[in-house]
């Protein structure tokens, strides 16, 4: 609370007290949860104007042809949908990190453009024709592969999201930043397409200590990890495509590994190397940085599985109320260990629960949206969501977070987020306990 | 086959004899279909040079930061893939169509910038603040609704195709244009959010004799098109997101209406009111335009859904043929009547027939993509695939379709794509019969 390093950056809607322990009591109102009841319970359709028909040029828009674009762009209109950063919280440009929109997005799929990046140094800007990639170490006959050669191996398609292992993770001791694309915007989710590691690795042959995976990226960082070579055989991807079209620089282009449900970390972008071990490599990435300080001065480590967690997307900081009446609230859920089973929704901070509905297909180890109907009479509201998975895992509040890791950690944040909706419908980020 | 308006464009990799009945004979040689046997049967995968893991630098590219582009854009090496027209297909640039470059992608997801676009009064520039949808017609009471409005219905998330009727119409009298971007590229398949139209219609009341719906645009074409009743209670979606994101412009931002199954004329763009009647209003686009014209010169009308169809995009003319040995042949297939159930593939003309591998999830009136491994000799192959749906109906062959409906046709050409692989690996878009 006190470190001056987690200053947050402010933003417009911003009130004064978003810190812990702020509305600790009840001073929320009255909030209706509506199954049915349309928008005829808030009246907001004019009837038109029967002149309005005889107009040929009523709500008519001229335009432009085809060649405009061959790639094509969104709509000026949206120019204020975009990937964003803060500032403060890594030392270089290089080494930052560029945050999903997510309370502008709806469905379970993010667009390339807006995908959250996390780089070590920097985006690498690599030729395929150059590219290649090595596996060496303990396999019967180290082999090198182009891109070419790696398109000739079978192939697969999966949604599954990736998330940092720090998404949240500024706030550990508190409220620190308002706005979802903030607290929970290093979080992206795309239909990938990729060469099963198992096969690339067969294809060199496995010698029978093989134990490891290091996967090592062609960045200027050489960003590598560990792996378990039990993951590497089950459900790893060597991926070449994200939403059809070839992987975004920023994602890795052309290669980047694919480790479904764990952390992003992991999944080593502009891959150039596998090589197979018999022990971990305790590289930095998985020994100074991606462990959780506890509070007795150990460390948690080899933390790869991300747990379930939620978040209401809209409203939120970025995305106020802006209609008394019948309103759609929505949101995303995920766990690493597999599908998302419920989704409960407080107005009240926790006094009644919901279950909100699950919409459009629930994959596993992929954003699975949800929504909830409500009727907001102008009350202030305390939102939070809780998200279940199908192992019977339960997403923690932050409080039992801290009363078993302490508050040294920065990664693996899935506690319960709490947004306080004022009676003018602007949103903050609180704590409540 | 001597109509001037049907010349094609050329592309370089094409050859001299690509029309209907070229090959009718055998000339095809040995093609082995491989189940199994990866990479290692080719031997391409170079081993490493020792040396190569002394150098700090090997395969390691410096790159730029985060801030470089908060909404991503693809590498400079995938410049080539973009949407193209055909300049001679339309009179005018307002009204043409740019195609998917369905030979460059894979999963199911098509990304916004390469979504195909067709118009028939150029792309309107919309303000979202401005747009306003009407109800009006046979209804209770006649409604104008903002866009805010319409967010606060419920809302679901599907994926769908999205084909053009028109899509493979110059094929109708023989082998025309070379790439499955032109032949087959008038199709693209997103995560669409929207409103059910039904909750909508149902908020502004159906009177007792209502039977069609006429969605109208707001381009400058005011495009429109009658469409039943039924269809819009039962599926219909009033859609502000594709792939998460808002609808690009050129796909109808700020709202579009979603047919699935249904031919892309009636997804109307744009989307500025919906009138209730009781006939269809046999508006310019489905009387003049969106017909089939006969042999005895009666025509084919209201003929939506889009019928089981299927191509091979790799190998294609755009994407030849590069290493013997090993390859995998990829392609997709939907169906606008529900799930697709099988697909057959034949490397010899249709002597022998083999099932593909459906390869990720198969959902209903969504593009399903399909590989099959297989050996390349070096000899030629006439490649071609075959379609099945949930309905058991069978993918016809362009022979088949003539025979019902002649030689006059554009719109509704499913029929089989036959591609001629020469023994240097190029590929031509021919005809057996």
Partial sequence: MTDKRLSP???????????????????????????????SSAARAAEP???????????????????????????????????????????????????????????????????????????????????????????????????????????????????CAANSGMEWRGAQLNGCQYTHGMVHCVQYTGVPLKLILEEAGLKTNAKWLMAE??????????????????????????????????????????????????????LRRIEVGDMPWHAREETSKYTDLMEDGRARRFTWIM????????????????????????????????????????????KNWVEADLQGHVLSRCLTRFYLPFQWTGDPLLIQSRAIDETGYVQPTKDELRAVRGENSIYHNNGIQTWHVRDNGEVENVEIS
């Fill in 217 to 270: 990226g062609a960045d200027s960082a050489g960003m590598n990890r560990s792996i378990p070579l039990e993951k590497g055989l089950e459900d790893c991807l060597v991926a070449f495509k994200m939403n059809g079209e070839a992987l975004r620089p920023e994602q890795g282009y052309p290669l980047r590994l694919v480790v479904p449900g764990w952390e992003g970390n992991m999944w080593v972008k502009w």
């Fill in 307 to 350: 747990d379930a967690k939620s978040v209401v997307t809209n409203p939120s900081p970025q995305a106020p109320l802006l209609h008394k009446g019948h309103n759609i609230l929505s949101g995303l859920a995920w766990s690493g260990r597999g599908r998302i089973k419920r989704v409960d929704v407080t107005l009240d901070g926790g």
């Fill in 9 to 39: 950056p402010r933003l417009p809607a911003e009130g004064e007290a978003t810190r812990r322990g702020f509305l600790k009591g009840g001073l929320i109102g009255s909030a209706a949860l509506a199954g049915g009841g349309l928008l």
């Fill in 49 to 163: 104007d029967p002149a309005i028909m005889e107009k040929k040029d009523w709500n008519q828009f001229l335009g432009v042809g085809v060649d405009a674009a061959p790639y094509g762009q969104p709509s000026p209109y949206e120019a204020h949908v975009v990937r964003r950063d803060v500032e403060w919280l890594t030392a270089s440009r290089e080494s930052s990190v560029n945050f999903t929109p997510l309370h502008e997005l709806d469905g379970f799929v993010t667009p390339n453009g807006l995908c959250f990046e996390r780089h070590h140094g920097g985006v690498a800007e690599v030729d395929p024709a150059e590219h290649r990639l090595m596996i060496n170490g303990l396999v019967d006959k180290p082999l090198v592969f182009t891109m070419d050669d790696i398109k000739r191996f079978p192939r697969q398609n999966h949604f599954y999201f990736l998330e």
